[in-house]
């Protein structure tokens, strides 16, 4: 945001409680490393459906904003979508999310006025790779649906598992054996590149990804893509 897209000012809204105060927060501390000047926190109770409140505080701010960026999951996130559109900010300022406030299960919700959100996530169903088209085309297969990010996870979870299990030939019992193949796992993901880092915490890309309407249906269209993203995400160096 602040590096390739110049955004200097925005608002973070995020939900109020530990997870969504560590997103925040998160987010908060590179985007100022990485360039950006001021940012207004607006916090929104877990489970909001009324965001009228959190919605009125960005208008009264938004002649001094560059962009708003959500940080939102749950009930509220779609609301917050909707009211988006409804209180007239569509259009007016760019709004940018965490993958989870236009996650797929959201996007009938939602409808068109999702279009043109930009998120940032480690995994998309339209993911243009033969290791993803795969992935969804089993899915499909077996469930009726597009698999989302939280079936991703699951996929990651099993295969590490797996994997590190074909290693030691089964031999579970071995525990320091067992956990050393796993440290040392490695394999192409639906989701792309995956591996654990020296601390033992997932390292995965993360894309950049719009909604786009494509033969009639909202989806998470890939539009680029950060490598190798681990726990110490460090901004890129500027010239």
Known sequence: MAAKLGHKRIAVVALDYVAGHEQADGFIKTFMESGGQSVEKVLMP?????????????????????????ILWGPGAPQFLKAWQEYGLKGKLPLLALGETVSETYLKTIG????????????????????????????????????????????????????????????????????EALRRVRFEAPGGA?????????????????????????????????????????PPKRS
């Open 46 to 70: 877990l489970g909001a459906m009324d965001v009228a409140p959190y919605i009125t505080r960005i208008q009264g701010k938004a002649g001094e904003l560059d962009a708003v960026v959500a």
């Open 112 to 179: 068109d006025g999702a279009l043109g959100v930009v998120s940032w996530f480690s995994y998309s169903p339209v993911l243009d790779t033969a290791e993803n088209k795969r992935f969804v085309q089993a899915f499909n297969k077996k469930f009726r649906k597009d698999p989302v990010y939280n079936n991703h996870l699951g996929y990651l979870a099993a295969r590490a598992g797996g994997e590190a299990l074909k290693a030691v030939s089964g031999n579970i019992e071995e525990q320091g054996r067992f956990l």
């Open 194 to 234: 995956f591996r654990f880092d020296d601390k033992q915490n997932a390292v995965i890309p993360t894309y950049i990804r719009r909604v786009d309407k494509v033969g009639g249906k909202l989806q998470n269209s890939v539009i680029d893509a950060v490598q190798d993203v681990d726990q110490f995400w460090k």
